[in-house]
């Protein structure tokens, strides 16, 4: 049964980094195609798969990203705000997760 589990896990890990990694290298061109980006990622019948990208509700200079893959009770929730500026502009990513327990 932990075996599952492990399988679940890392399903759900190797997920989120094929989406992060695809965003991070295309992170200026989200904003700009939201369309395309919120619906290239879809779950299927294991996995539940949301991208959302939008304006900061606290700044409106930032812009926002969330990736959500979830596996039954299973979790990676990142949120990514940045700022257009690649050089001096802001990042930051909060990453929440439940796979470590």
Same mark, same amino acid.
């Given at each position: 049964m932990e075996?599952?589990n492990f399988?679940? +896990?890392?399903?759900? /890990? !190797? %997920?989120?980094?094929?989406? @992060? @990694? ?5 992170? /200026?061109?989200?904003? !700009? +195609? ?5 619906? %290239?990622? +879809? ?6 798969? !949301? ?10 200079? %930032? %812009? ?6 979830? /596996? @039954?009770?299973?979790?990676i929730k990142? !949120?990514?705000?940045?700022?257009? @500026?690649?050089?001096?502009?802001? /990042? ?10």
């Open positions: 075996h599952q399988d679940h +896990r890392l399903g759900v /890990f !190797n %997920k989120y980094l094929e989406i @992060k @990694k695809d965003i991070m290298q295309n992170l /200026f061109e989200v904003y !700009n +195609r939201q369309h395309y980006y919120t619906h %290239k990622y +879809r779950g299927n019948i294991l996995l539940d798969v !949301n991208v959302a990208v939008g304006d900061y509700y606290e700044d409106s200079t %930032k %812009k926002e990203i969330q990736i959500f893959v979830r /596996f @039954k009770d299973l979790y990142d !949120n990514i705000i940045y700022t257009e @500026k690649p050089i001096t502009g802001y /990042f930051n990513s909060t990453i929440k997760t439940n796979l470590h327990e």
